[in-house]
Structures are given as structure tokens and as C-alpha cells.
């Protein structure tokens, strides 16, 4: 099977830490209230606009990039995945928010660097935009693992989702739709659904 895994809320825990670091910036900035603890974003997890927004990130992006570990598990799974035969598509719309092309290569760059650095095989790396449906049609994608209720609600309608849970996808259910936890959920998830 094609297997397409995404970077930022699967092998990494992209929520918590916008959840920590942010309220260690909020609390900095005078602004510690969340107003929304299911949301997706930083900005819409704080009581904050764009430009603070902008601000924490340019503060707390590179720890998040370089630093941030993969989830438990993330490299076991993917080894076990590809050595039963699977081929494993990361794709990320992590360098889209770049429209300097110096940046977005730069950010390609440190990602690439994170996955050698973790050894985390993938066949290929795709830096995707936002809307990821091209890539999973382009790369024949069978199943993709997904975070985001914006791809979660709009890859469903064509292929299956494994939906790694967090508070800002809870309301994501329906056809195609399969819920996990952790990266063993997601092995075992692969298994039954080949079956």
C-alpha cells in the first residue's frame, strides 16, 4: 500500500507544543489567557492577533522545527510499515506559509535534516500546499494519516483517513474516518484495514 503520513500533528506533537510555548509567551507578553483550547492554531488557541502571532513564532519556530521530537514509537512503526512492503509518503505543507524562496528552501532543508537526524525512513518527502488532495491522487496514495480537520474533512471524501486524535479534530467523524491514538493504533489500524 501507499501510506501517506503527515509531519506536523502525527510525528510530531504539533498541539502541545503550541499549548506550552504559547502560554509560556502569553504569560510573557501579558496576554496568558487561552480562549480556545480546541484550537488548531496558535492564534486560535490565544487571546492574540496576527501580528503576535507572528511574533511568538519567529520566538519559539526553530525549537519547534529542530528540536521538537517525533512521537513515540514514529520510527518503529514506519520501519515495520516499509519492511512489510508499504511505501511511505510524508507529506507536509510545513514550508508552504514561505513565499521567500530562500526561506522555503531553507525550511525544506531543516526537515530533511530533522528526518535523517531521527532516522525516519520515508520513500519520498513531499512538500505540500495546503491543499494535499493533488499529492494523495499524484502519488497514488491508499491511506493517509492526518491531523488537520480541514484535510481530515476534505481527503475523506476520496480516500481513507487515520485521524491521529487531538482536541482540535474531535468533531471530525464519518465515512472514511478512522480515529487513533498512538503510532502502535495506527500499525494495527494499517493492518485491519488491508484486511
Request: negative net charge; hydrophobic residues 35%.
Amino acid at each position: 500500500m501507499n501510506i501517506g503520513i503527515d509531519l506536523d500533528g502525527v510525528l510530531t506533537n504539533f498541539n502541545d507544543f503550541c499549548m506550552n510555548y504559547g502560554a509560556k509567551y502569553a504569560s510573557e507578553i501579558g496576554k496568558g489567557k487561552i480562549i480556545n483550547p480546541k484550537g488548531y492554531e496558535s492564534v486560535e488557541i490565544f487571546d492574540w492577533g496576527k501580528n503576535t502571532n507572528d511574533e511568538f513564532w519567529l520566538k519559539y519556530k526553530l525549537k519547534y522545527v529542530i528540536e521538537e521530537p517525533p512521537r513515540p514509537f514514529a520510527k518503529e512503526v514506519i520501519d515495520k510499515l516499509k519492511k512489510e512492503g508499504h511505501n511511505i509518503y510524508i507529506i507536509t505543507a510545513r514550508a508552504s506559509e514561505f513565499e521567500d524562496v530562500e526561506k522555503n528552501e531553507k525550511m525544506k532543508d531543516l526537515v530533511r535534516k530533522w528526518f535523517a537526524k531521527h532516522e525516519l525512513y520515508y520513500d519520498e518527502l513531499i512538500f505540500s500546499t495546503v491543499n494535499k488532495l493533488e499529492n494523495c491522487r499524484e502519488k497514488n496514495i491508499d491511506i493517509m494519516v492526518e491531523d488537520s480537520p480541514h484535510n481530515i474533512k476534505q481527503l475523506s471524501e476520496h480516500l481513507p483517513i487515520i485521524c491521529f486524535d487531538a482536541r482540535y479534530n474531535r468533531e471530525c467523524e464519518g465515512k472514511n474516518i478512522i480515529r487513533c491514538y498512538s503510532f502502535y493504533d495506527i500499525y494495527e489500524k494499517i493492518k485491519l484495514f488491508q484486511k
